[in-house]
């Protein structure tokens, strides 16, 4: 049995524990918003924006965005199971030459995505399956045409990567503040090349509170903070940290607008540098459309 078939049998039989058996059930096709918001600390997430490092002037570039499918629920008024799709990408800018930028380095990614929850007096619990496929290229900008050759020898690593993930949260209302707190554990059932460590792990929070500021143009305002703790390998195992601090305009899980300043350091997320370690300070813009 795969780990797809396998990943969505445990979110029936979670929910066929939970609800009684003489429930009704109701089914939807595209339905409204999205049941599982994006992590905003974790890097491979799909989201739009933009995040720029004062210190050399590069830009990481996001495109991408999640859409639920079918919805499945134990009630008229709420979702409790969705399956849908995610495609994403994120590209490494170096420069702006010649009415161009020049994109020196490129992640994609896409695949399948199940996400059930389940609500209680103030909290609500998550869970999240992810089936994903990732590649990563170099791309023009890290060529020197005039040289005929690859900038500072570094040549492509022909790098693919198929994983599946399951993410368990908890969202708390507090009233004054939402926390939202959660762990996953992925395995990587192919990758090239080869010296990465099957599993890798993560915990993180998101806390935002929309009642300091207030509304700007009748929308609401949240401050926010998140945090995401990566534990991966290459010949061992270490760990990555990126903290993310700012504000969103619009609700914290509606369409909005987010600044923030961002703070990582760990393995580099781009593919093609799998091997660095770096440490990075960046300016970003989020659009979120939900």
């Known amino acids: 049995m795969n780990l797809r078939k396998s990943a969505l049998i445990f979110l029936f039989l979670l929910a066929s524990i939970i609800y009684p058996q003489e429930q009704n059930y109701y089914f939807s096709f ?15 997430e799909a989201r739009i924006g933009t995040l720029y490092y004062p210190d050399n002037s590069d830009l990481k570039l996001d495109i991408g ?13 709420k979702i409790d199971l969705t399956l849908g ?35 209680f007096d103030r909290n609500v619990l998550q869970i ?16 020197d045409f005039s040289k005929n050759e690859w900038i500072d020898d570094l040549r492509p690593i022909p790098i693919s990567r198929n994983f599946g993930e399951i993410t368990l949260a908890d969202k708390y209302d507090e009233g004054n503040y939402l926390l939202r707190y959660y762990g996953s554990a ?10 990465q460590k099957k599993y890798s792990f993560a915990l993180g929070f998101e806390l935002n509170s929309n009642k300091i500021i207030g509304k700007i143009f009748g929308k609401e305002t949240n401050l926010f903070c998140a945090y995401q703790l990566s534990i991966h390998g290459i010949s061992v195992y270490a760990g990555d940290n990126h903290i993310m601090t700012g504000i969103k305009f619009g609700g914290w899980d509606d369409k909005g607008i987010a600044l923030y300043l961002s703070y990582f350091t760990g393995n ?5 540098y799998y091997y660095k370690r770096i440490e990075k300070i960046g300016i970003g813009i989020s659009i979120d459309f939900i």
């Open 186 to 195: 992925a395995y990587t059932i192919l990758t090239f090349p080869d010296d």
């Open 30 to 44: 595209l339905p409204p918003g999205l049941h599982f918001i994006p992590l905003r600390a974790n890097m491979q």
């Open 128 to 143: 999240r399956g992810r089936i994903i496929h990732n590649s990563a290229h170099m791309v023009d900008g890290h060529y």
């Open 65 to 77: 965005n999640d859409v639920d499918i079918f919805g499945f629920s134990w009630s008229k008024e």
């Open 268 to 272: 580099d997320y781009f593919s093609e």
């Open 85 to 119: 799709v995610e495609f994403m990408a994120y590209a490494l800018a170096t420069s702006y030459s010649g009415m161009r930028l020049q994109i020196d380095a490129l992640d994609g990614f896409f695949g399948g995505t199940a996400s059930f929850s389940k609500a």
